[in-house]
């Protein structure tokens, strides 16, 4: 196993990637000599970007795009702004992605890129020239046949809208489908932005079936107020499932009869985060984990589902909204101890999957309605939900072990009919 030893350390989010991969190798048979390509990212680029701020200085930020694997199409994946960004989380985030894009059966490789900033902390103008700068020093690799970015963390339809204006600009005409999650009348899908929470609920719902939970009067912790978080949160609560805590950067908020969630989101629209949000009352932030609840959302950031947090959580189903939430050794756990996980790659792959319908819409400029791109994603959802689970049983492994044989397969099998360049 030839790793790329200077980067295999640690609990990093990207040997947690390797760890998942060493994971799915005695699954691939024949298959299993060729997963070194994916033990390390195709292009990995690093670029300084110089911004003039408004008091006139000039700050630098370290911006990056990792293109994982192009082995089945464009790369794609999102642009994180926040200020944990380094080359390992891209680089993880960026592999999510191939497997997220091969476990859907989309035409697509992975990337990511991220900028190590906190936005909160800038002027729109300084994010407008941010972005526009961090565009410009990846536009070489990026395009619709190249490598099509999207919003993640910290960033937005706003940010989409800079970042396909400066490509365009660059170009010399107008390029709608160099990202996606643009706003709607620039070439942005209907239904992009509830999309990721949507599949969240969609997937969540069936595997909530199949191990016979019920979800009306279902208890629900949710880790996330974001794009992802609220819109699981609301379709769920919809449902008759009571959201009894919500944790966001600013507070954990703790209610038994259910929080009511529209309320929450004119609140937070109006203080920018959930602190002070009342009836609710705040709790440790600490205590999140060992609410008693059937399901958990994680839908913020990587890495939070440890070995002790799986060792004492009290749930029957996990939904990870968020990208990598779990670590390896707390996947062992959760197996051990019967708790069910939604895996990433297919849970929060409702976004991905509404980008590509973005995509395609731009690429034949013509627009579908919501609902039609609605229910082709549920067919795209409930059908990945459904093999993955099928894989599972044949094979008695875990979802997420089952997600990565069928996108492995994907990926390798196509990989072996290219064949090595240059042969
Ligand atoms: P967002 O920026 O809209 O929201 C992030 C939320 O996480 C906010 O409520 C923020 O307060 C909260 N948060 C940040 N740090 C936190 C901390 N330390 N503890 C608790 N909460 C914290 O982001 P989003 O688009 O909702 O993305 C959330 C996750 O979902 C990320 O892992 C992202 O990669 C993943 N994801 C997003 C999409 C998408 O379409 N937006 C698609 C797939 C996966």
């Known amino acids: ?16 990637f390797l760890d998942q991969l060493d994971r799915v190798a005695p699954y691939l048979n ?77 035409p697509f490789g992975g990337a990511k890129g991220g900028v190590r900033v906190d936005p909160s902390k800038l002027s729109k103008r300084e994010l407008e020239r941010l972005a526009r700068r961090y565009t410009s020093e990846i536009n070489f690799i990026i395009g619709p046949q190249k490598d099509i970015p999207a919003p993640d963390v910290g960033t937005n339809p706003q940010i989409m809208a800079w970042m396909m204006d400066t490509y365009s600009m660059n170009a010399g005409s107008t390029i709608t489908g160099v990202v996606t999650g643009k706003p709607v009348h620039l070439g942005g899908s209907l239904g992009r932005v509830k999309a990721t929470g949507r599949g969240v609920y969609i997937t969540g719902m069936d595997v909530a079936k199949k191990i016979q939970l019920e979800i009306n009067q279902a208890r629900i912790c949710v880790q996330g107020f974001g794009n992802v978080g609220s819109e699981a949160a609301a379709l769920f609560a919809q449902s008759g499932a009571k959201v009894i805590c919500i944790q966001d950067h600013s507070a954990t908020l703790y209610q038994p009869e259910g929080i009511d969630l529209e309320l929450l989101v004119q609140y937070q629209k109006q203080h920018g985060a959930i602190k002070g949000f009342s009836p609710a009352h705040e709790i440790a932030n600490a205590l999140f984990w060992d609410i008693e609840a059937e399901i958990f959302i994680p839908a913020a950031l990587e890495g939070v589902i440890t070995e002790q947090v799986a060792q004492s959580i009290k749930a029957k189903l996990i939904l990870e909204g968020a ?78 072990t089952a997600a990565y044989i069928l996108a492995c397969e994907r990926i390798l099998i196509a990989r072996k009919e290219r064949g090595t360049y240059p042969g």
């Open 30 to 106: 024949d298959l299993q000599d060729r997963l070194d390509t994916l033990r390390r990212p195709k292009r990995a680029l690093i670029v300084d970007i110089p911004v003039e701020m408004n008091d006139g200085t000039i700050k630098h930020f370290e911006g990056f795009r990792v293109q994982h694997s192009l082995t089945r199409g464009p790369g794609k994946g999102g642009v994180r702004f926040h200020p944990n960004v380094d080359l390992n989380e891209v680089m993880a985030l960026s592999a999510w992605m191939t497997i997220k894009c091969a476990a859907l059966n989309l």
């Open 323 to 400: 990208n990598g939430p779990t670590l390896s050794k707390a996947d062992d756990i959760l197996a051990q101890r019967q708790i069910t996980i939604v895996p990433d790659v297919i849970c929060n792959a409702g976004g991905v999957t509404v980008s590509y319908f973005e995509w395609v819409q731009d690429l034949a400029s013509y627009f579908w309605t919501e609902d039609e791109i609605n229910q082709r994603m549920d067919v795209i959802m409930r059908n990945a939900i459904n093999d993955v689970w099928e894989k599972a049983r044949q094979q008695n492994c875990s979802l997420r």
């Open 1 to 16: 196993m030839n790793h790329l030893s200077y980067i295999h350390q640690g609990n990093t989010a990207w040997s947690n």
